[in-house]
């Protein structure tokens, strides 16, 4: 069973930045996507941004010049360096990883960070 673990949460004051790690306890490469997604009280878990195992990216429109998704192969981790926070960024952000597992596609979740924004 593939693990993720999320961390790097925490409260932050609008404009400040936070950057999450996602830990796997595999190489990430053995994935085709791996995904951000966050989600807000009494609203439904959206995607911020994914990066493939080629290293293309996408971000949601919202976060587009204020996110940034990136890996570390070595260290099996993905991150997402949050810059410029707004108080609509509050959310519990989850890692998801996503790909064929035996001619099955599969996703794996981590257990989500809070973050907090301040106004």
């Known amino acids: 069973q593939v693990q993720l673990v999320e961390s790097g949460g925490g409260l932050v004051q609008a404009g400040g930045s936070l950057k999450l790690s996602c830990a796997a306890s595999e190489s990430t490469f053995s994935f085709n996507v791996m995904t951000w997604y966050r989600q807000a009280p009494g609203k439904q878990r959206d995607l911020v941004a994914r990066?493939?195992?080629?290293?293309?990216?996408d971000y949601a429109d919202s976060v587009k010049g204020r996110f940034t998704i990136s890996r570390d192969g070595a260290k099996n981790t993905v991150y997402l360096q949050m810059n410029s926070l707004k108080p609509e960024d509050t959310a519990v952000y989850y890692c998801?990883?996503?790909?064929?597992?035996?001619?099955?596609?599969?996703?794996?979740w981590g257990q989500g960070t809070q973050v907090t924004v301040s106004s």
């Open positions: 990066i493939s195992t080629g290293g293309s990216t």
């Open positions: 998801n990883a996503a790909g064929w597992v035996s001619l099955i596609w599969r996703d794996f």
